[in-house]
């Protein structure tokens, strides 16, 4: 009997360490946003394009309830986009830009965020309100340890190579 227990338990914690979110099922931006006002710690995201009101005012408030927020964005498409500066103008998020891996013209073309070191947002979401009202969009929540040091050591590594803004 034990054993059953222990097998049934392994099977659920394998199925909790990802979920998966597909975009012509619901509203990816709820999501996030949800998983945002549960953060207690950090955030830190690479985001390649970020222009989406609803998910700059939920960094905003999580800004307020003391979590510290750092954004990588992609260099050139942050300097294209007039809409994702005066975003992080106004909301005042400490981010940095980065080139891709053969400089000025290639994309640091990441989608990913961190959460409290407990999970990571990841998949074809771009943080725009094209992607959560036009296009087809996936997000993967990933909680297995081993996935969020593999992304944690990119974001420290992106971050230390970024421009201040």
Request: proline share 1%; hydrophobic share 40%.
């Amino acid at each position: 009997m034990f054993r059953a227990f222990v097998e049934i338990r392994c099977e659920v914690l394998r199925a909790m360490a990802i979920e998966v979110l597909l975009s012509r099922s619901g509203s990816v931006a709820d999501a996030i946003e949800r998983l945002i006002r549960k953060n207690k710690t950090t955030f830190d995201a690479a985001l390649y394009r970020f222009n989406n009101q609803r998910l700059a005012r939920a960094l905003l408030d999580a800004r307020k309830r003391d979590i510290r927020i750092r954004l990588i964005l992609d260099q050139n498409r942050f300097e294209e986009s007039k809409a994702t500066q005066e975003l992080l103008e106004s909301a005042k998020l400490a981010f940095r830009l980065v080139h891709g891996r053969q400089g000025p013209g290639s994309k640091m073309h990441h989608k990913f965020a961190l959460l409290d070191n407990e999970l990571v947002l990841t998949g074809s979401y771009n943080w725009t309100l094209a992607s959560e009202e036009q296009n087809y969009e996936n997000l993967l929540i990933l909680r297995d340890p081993e996935h969020i040091k593999i992304y944690r050591e990119e974001f420290e590594a992106l971050w230390a190579d970024g421009e201040d803004s």
